[in-house]
Structures are given as C-alpha cells and as structure tokens.
C-alpha cells in the first residue's frame, strides 16, 4: 500500500504488503463486511498475512470464516451464499514475496480497485471502538462442498488427461473433481508443502513444459495446468502440442454454445467465427440463434465481469485462459473449464478440432490522419452504416465485422497521427478488398 495522509490505498500485491498492513485492510473491511470468508494460496507467506487479516477483521467486529488453503474459484463457489465478502490471500511473484490480499462480493466479482480505495481510505471515525471483538470459525468444507456441486449438476467429463496443479490450491479439488465427474486423471504436482510455492498468477506455454512429455506418451491424452489460484488454466492437444489462448477460447465458444458470450474486444476471428460455427455437441438441441450475441469489451476482468452482469451473459472468457461461468459464480474457475474441456476431450479429438479450425490471413495498413478520434469516430459510424457490415463494436478503437473478415482500427502507438488498421479474413481476395476499403473510409472521415 502507498503513502498519503489515510496510508492506504489498493496496493494490496505482495511487494507492498506486510502483516501490519494486512491487518489494517482487514480491520478496514471488517467495518464494512460483517461476514468475511477468508481463503489462501500455498506460499509461503499466505498463513501469516491470513493471520494478520483475521485479527484486522475481528477486532472490526466482523466474522470469519476460515476455509484454510483453498482456489479462489473454490471458496466463491462454496461460500457466495454465506458471506458478505470473499478474500484470497496468495498469488505472490514470486518465490519470497510477501503475499497479496483480493477481495470479492458474494457473486465472485472481484471488488474493483476504485471501491478498495474507498474502503481503504474511510474515515477513521467510522472504525469500530474494539467493544465488540468478532470470531473466527473453521470450515474446511469447501473444496468437498465444489466437488459435490460439480457431480450434482451432472457434468459427464470423459477422456484421459495429464493435470498439472502446479503445487497450487487446485491440488486439493482439481484432481478428484475431474475424476469423479468421469475423466480418467494422472495428475502431477498435485501436493502442497511449504518448501514449494505455487505457479504464478499467469500461465502460458512454458508451464506445460513439465507434462509434455507425459502427454506424448500417452495416446490420446491431452494435458491441463492451472496458474496458482485456479483461475486461470492452459491446455496442450493430443500430440502435445500447446493450444493458444485465442484457439483455446474459440473451442470453448464452439462446445458450450453460449447464448450471450462476452470476449475481448481485441479477440481475433478465430473466436469469432467460433461464436457462429455449428456446435460441437452434436447431441445439444440448437438455440434460437435470433436470441444469441457476442459481447465486445475492454481486455481486463473488471470490464469482462460487469458486461456480464449487465447483458444477463451465461459465458464470458478471455485469451489467457480466464473463463467464467456466470450460472455458478463470476469469479473465473478454471476447474471447471478444464472439466468442459474434458467433456469435450471425450467425444471427440481436441487435436483433430483445432485442425478443422480455419486459417486466417492477416494484413495491416497505416494511414495518415491529423483530424480529432472523436470527430472521426462519429463519422466513420455515420459512414459504415452505408456498407454491408455484420456488426461494429467501439473500444481501444473500431472492430468492424463482415460478411467474411474482421479489421481493427486504432490510434498508431508509435505515431498518434497516423491510424493503424489490422484485418484478418480466410479469402485472401476478401482481405485485400476489406483493406482497401477501410483505408478508404477513413480518408474520407478527415
């Protein structure tokens, strides 16, 4: 947390926390949340900023509910229902850093920074006088309390997978929630000790270094890894190859064919075009495809949480592998997608599906403008209008999708007076036109 007369802003990451602090935020919220579900991570650190917290939230004259070690998807799952407040303790940078706190409503949406402000910088007459001392209980239900939910709804997982906790707080659900919804699991860094601290917040391609070996060794098995909290997860196909978040999200898109989808606006026409594809679920009766839509916002989960909230979507997901199930909670839980995943992995081959995917051609072209964005941007609306567009989104910028291809226009970084246009199609022909034809527009705008 940063300086200032309050002393206590939203710096809650791990390179500014320490106990006294945790104990500050916790007696700040605490005088705001009555009852408070707290969670950690696997580092190190986490008990010790969990017991500072505690402290902070009873002397507010709060409640708390201590889950022990357990993901973040988990703990908003099980105790949505209970709590006026989730929080997490984890997630550090790495190994020795002090852990963070993050804070959650009931819903599993995160508690955006502008409102940890306000908590944070309150009066200090409104604390609590210490007369009433809250009190802490244990549950360690929570990851029994998800897994029973998981098989309750009947999701029939299937295929063989290689999973990779990561030595996370997954180890404690994932493993057996996959299992007992039908997958059959050989599972890997599925432990927790205290000389092991747990992947980072983010995943890619080199967190599956670990089971790729595994994976090409066992036919038809596909490999699962999730970051440290479970939020977060990354695949690699049959052949052990890494599946990229863009084609990870469109297969998702593909399967359980949202009726209201919320994606990135900066999503590329592989996801997209999945949105629109045939499903892959050949068994599922088709929806009203009148009533489906695709949601374009901003690339951060606050703006992905709040279009859901706002648009009733039932699905919304990220390229980084960041998926959320608004009908279970909206914090984003990657168990649960590597369940879907498995799901899919039973029925049919991830690898043969993401050889069916198309191929795009990609070009860009700069074009000079000296004219102001938002003159131009009422005008470039009032001109496309005239042309045969499925659909325009604004954003970091202008997403027209056609009939046949995508193009992005956006402010060059490297030169504010020009305008940069990115396009993307299967015909190559189609591409150039579309090319051709944005440049056009936009000169037209000046």
């Known amino acids: 947390m940063e300086g200032g007369e309050s002393g206590y802003h939203t710096a809650l990451n791990g390179t500014d926390m320490t106990p006294e602090k945790a104990q500050t935020v916790g007696l700040r919220l605490g005088s705001v949340f009555k009852t408070i579900a707290v969670g950690m991570d696997t580092s190190p650190s986490s008990p010790m900023i969990r017991n500072s917290l505690e402290s902070g939230i009873t002397a507010a004259g709060a409640?708390?509910?201590?889950?022990?070690?357990?993901?973040?998807?988990?703990?908003?799952?099980a105790y949505g229902?209970?709590?006026?407040?989730?929080?997490?303790?984890?997630?550090?940078?790495?190994?020795?850093?002090?852990?963070?706190?993050?804070?959650y409503y009931p819903d599993g949406s995160r508690i955006s920074a502008e409102s940890m402000r306000e908590i944070m910088d309150g009066e200090d007459s409104n604390l609590p006088s210490y007369d009433g001392i809250g009190q802490?209980?244990?549950?360690?239900?929570?990851?029994?309390?998800?897994?029973?939910?998981?098989?309750?709804?009947g999701l029939k997982s299937g295929g063989f997978a290689i999973l990779d906790c990561g030595c996370g707080?997954?180890?404690?659900?994932?493993?057996?929630?996959?299992?007992?919804?039908?997958?059959?699991i050989i599972s890997l860094n599925a432990h927790i000790g205290e000389k092991r601290p747990p992947r980072s917040p983010g995943i890619g391609k080199a967190d599956l270094a670990n089971?790729?070996?595994?994976?090409n060794a066992s036919t038809g098995s596909i490999g699962l890894a999730y970051n440290g909290d479970g939020t977060k997860m990354a695949l690699m196909d049959e052949s052990g190859k890494f599946v990229t978040g863009e084609r990870l999200l469109a297969l998702m898109l593909r399967y359980i064919r949202?009726?209201?989808?919320?994606?990135?606006?900066?999503?590329?026409?592989?996801?997209?075009?999945?949105?629109?594809?045939?499903?892959?679920?050949?068994?599922?009766?088709?929806?009203?495809?009148?009533?489906?839509?695709?949601?374009?916002?901003?690339?951060?989960?606050?703006?992905?949480?709040?279009?859901v909230k706002d648009n009733n979507a039932d699905f919304a997901g990220m390229t980084d592998g960041t998926f959320i199930f608004p009908k279970r909670s909206l914090c984003p839980d990657a168990v649960y997608a590597s369940a879907i995943i498995s799901c899919l992995a039973g029925q049919r081959s991830i690898r043969n599906i993401l050889e069916e995917l198309p191929s795009y051609y990609n070009m860009s072209a700069k074009v000079k403008f000296?004219?102001?964005?938002e003159m131009f941007g009422r005008r470039f609306i009032e001109k496309i209008t005239d042309y045969d567009i499925r659909e325009i989104s604004?954003?970091?910028?202008?997403?027209?999708?056609?009939?046949?291809g995508i193009y992005f226009i956006n402010q060059d970084s490297d030169d504010p007076k020009s305008l940069r246009i990115n396009a993307e199609s299967q015909d190559k022909v189609y591409l150039v036109s579309m090319l051709d034809q944005a440049t056009d527009i936009i000169k037209s705008c000046e």
């Open 63 to 77: 409640h708390v509910i201590d889950v022990g070690i357990t993901a973040t998807p988990v703990i908003c799952c």
């Open 258 to 307: 949202p009726r209201v989808a919320v994606i990135p606006f900066g999503s590329p026409e592989v996801v997209e075009d999945a949105f629109w594809a045939p499903a892959l679920d050949y068994d599922r009766e088709p929806g009203e495809e009148e009533n489906r839509r695709v949601i374009r916002v901003d690339n951060s989960l606050e703006a992905v949480t709040t279009a």
């Open 394 to 404: 604004i954003g970091d910028g202008w997403k027209v999708v056609m009939k046949n």
């Open 169 to 184: 707080s997954t180890s404690l659900c994932a493993p057996r929630a996959l299992s007992e919804t039908g997958a059959d």
């Open 136 to 153: 802490i209980s244990v549950d360690d239900s929570a990851n029994e309390t998800y897994i029973h939910g998981l098989t309750e709804e």
């Open 211 to 215: 089971i790729s070996d595994f994976v």
């Open 370 to 373: 000296s004219g102001n964005l």
């Open 81 to 103: 229902g209970m709590c006026d407040c989730i929080v997490c303790i984890g997630s550090p940078d790495s190994y020795g850093t002090v852990s963070g706190i993050t804070a």
